[in-house]
């Protein structure tokens, strides 16, 4: 398996120490990161400047990550550009999140739905016309219609190519078991994003995730929390699955994010 993590999160560390993004980056290939997994927005606002320190510092990309809003925009075309991106820096796959439901538009709800997967089989189709996967996650928030097991998999069923960017913490959101959800994405897995919990807050400006019953999980370094990672590792094991395990620390105190992400890519070096 191949140790990753997510830009965004090493951003946002490295600004809040007044760190330069390259060093940061070096510190994290010290501790273990092999590849650099990119969101869309980092493309936009760095453009070339950013490939070209991945570039410098011999750091392929394991995949984008970028969000959409094709539940009121399925027209928007702009997967296009977003999968170029992924031709232009050499990743072999990227994850859509295809939109949110808000509380006010439920009775829009099947119609949005619809509209998801209306674009999403448009990007199926691109993303194969360039020999890109296109993937969806298990997202944590319950204005997503595919933040739980049931929810995720429907768009799996209605879009044929559609593959899983399974994220080990998301199913927190309805206190379903990530072990168990892991086995009916397995014949879809794309990556994997590696995301520990907490039950205790770390640092004071810690946010948590907040579950639909208003139970909160605070984020943890991965290995560190009460997600089942070990057992997800040793199952990927068993199955022979050797794509990316991708650090990710959304919602951690900036101030200690760079060293939290450090010691999550250093334990998935340590454990895969």
Known sequence: ???????????????????????????????????????????????????????ELHLPVEGLHGWF??????????YKQFIDYAVQCGAPN?????????????????????????????????????????????FD?????????????????????????????NFIVYHEDERQALEVFLD???TMHVKDRSREQRHAGDHPCVCADGDKFYPSPVGYGVMQIPAILERLKEIGYTG?????????????????MMQSVAWLKANV
């Open 94 to 138: 990227v994850l859509i999140v295809p939109g949110m439901i808000r509380k006010e538009e439920e009775d829009q709800r099947e119609a949005q739905m619809q509209n998801m997967v209306t674009a999403l089989r448009k990007a199926v189709a691109y993303g194969k016309e360039k020999d890109v996967i296109v993937s969806m996650e298990d």
């Open 1 to 55: 398996m191949i140790v990753s993590a997510f830009l965004e999160n090493i951003r946002t560390g490295a600004k809040a120490l007044d760190m330069p993004l390259k060093e940061a980056l070096q510190k994290m290939q010290a501790a273990g990161m092999e590849k650099i997994y990119v969101g869309k927005d980092s493309i936009l606002e760095l453009g070339q400047d950013l490939f070209d320190l991945f570039e």
């Open 69 to 78: 809003d094709f539940g009121h925009h399925p027209e928007d075309e702009g």
């Open 244 to 260: 990316g395990v991708i650090a990710e620390m959304y919602g951690c105190d900036p101030q200690y994010m760079l060293e939290g």
């Open 141 to 169: 928030g319950t204005m997503a219609p595919f933040c739980s097991v049931d929810g995720l998999n429907w768009y799996m069923e209605q879009v044929e190519g559609l593959q899983c960017s399974f994220d080990t913490g």
């Open 188 to 190: 879809k897995l794309c």
